[in-house]
């Protein structure tokens, strides 16, 4: 089947992503649903009406003795500092660099910027939505890391979801076979998860803090995502290397 392109469907972008395959009409269902639930959520911590569920879950994971101790022996406090430093802005901004560095060497440079625009572009709005929303930190148990930004969202959530789901995708998608695919994106959700639920164990956020997190981090990715597919198809981006053909095929 010979690819579209933004010049051979009447209706521009429009047109062109209704007559995309099945799994670019989930994704933009998966982007507007993520960023509804981010609007949905925010609404509802403004109001207050989460205060229950966000204190309920915090000092659940806590000694109700002492609320300073983390539930767990001690490896698993240090083990959480370890999984929360693969969100943190070091970390990504190596892996990003990386990432891009090795697209630049392989003559991808437009798909090494549009990495590079995804990733900056979500550090920039994640920074704006915690200056708008200025949530302060949980002040219910002591914090088992220094921390120095507003609280809503979660940048480590929100930053780990537009990484490590932008990264998955780009790799996802040059591979044939479905199942690498699947493993791929899972294990970039896995470690998404992973760094969320690290936040709140460590009592640096709140649960909705890394809730929203996720849900604007991979609304924000999948739409990069669709950009780059569009811009791919108009020839603006380079292709992925052609894989090898698998027994499971082309997803």
Not at 58 to 75: E, I, K
Not at 129 to 148: I, T
Not at 168 to 191: D, E, M, S, W
Not at 228 to 241: A, D, H, I, Y
């Amino acid at each position: 089947m010979r690819p579209l392109t933004a010049r051979s469907v009447p209706g521009g972008v429009l047109g062109w992503l209704a007559r995309q395959e099945l799994g670019v009409l989930v994704a933009m269902f998966a982007a507007a649903a993520g960023l509804f639930a981010f609007a949905e959520l925010a609404e509802a911590v403004l109001e207050g009406d989460t205060r229950a569920f966000d204190e309920f879950l915090l000092l659940g994971l806590r000694s109700a003795a002492d609320p300073s101790d983390p539930l767990g022996p001690r490896w698993l406090e240090e083990t959480m500092r370890d999984f929360t430093a693969l969100g943190g802005t070091g970390v990504l901004s190596a892996v990003t660099l990386a990432v891009v560095g090795f697209l630049s060497l392989t003559g991808k440079r437009n798909a090494a910027a549009a990495v590079g625009v995804a990733v900056v572009g979500g550090l920039l709005l994640s920074q704006a939505l915690k200056w708008g929303f200025a949530r302060p930190r949980p002040g219910l148990v002591p914090h088992g890391q220094y921390v120095y930004t507003q609280s809503f969202p979660s940048g480590h959530a929100m930053l780990s979801a537009v990484v490590y789901l932008t990264l998955g995708a780009l790799l996802a998608r040059t591979q044939a076979r479905r199942r690498v695919k699947l493993y791929l994106l899972a294990v970039a959700g896995f470690l998404t998860v992973l760094v969320g639920v690290s936040r709140v164990y460590l009592g640096v956020h709140w649960p909705t803090d890394v809730l929203a997190g996720w849900t604007v981090g991979a609304g924000w990715a999948l739409l990069c995502w669709l950009a780059t597919l569009w811009l791919q198809r108009r020839g603006q981006v380079e292709p992925e290397s052609a894989p090898d053909g698998g027994e499971d095929g082309q997803a």
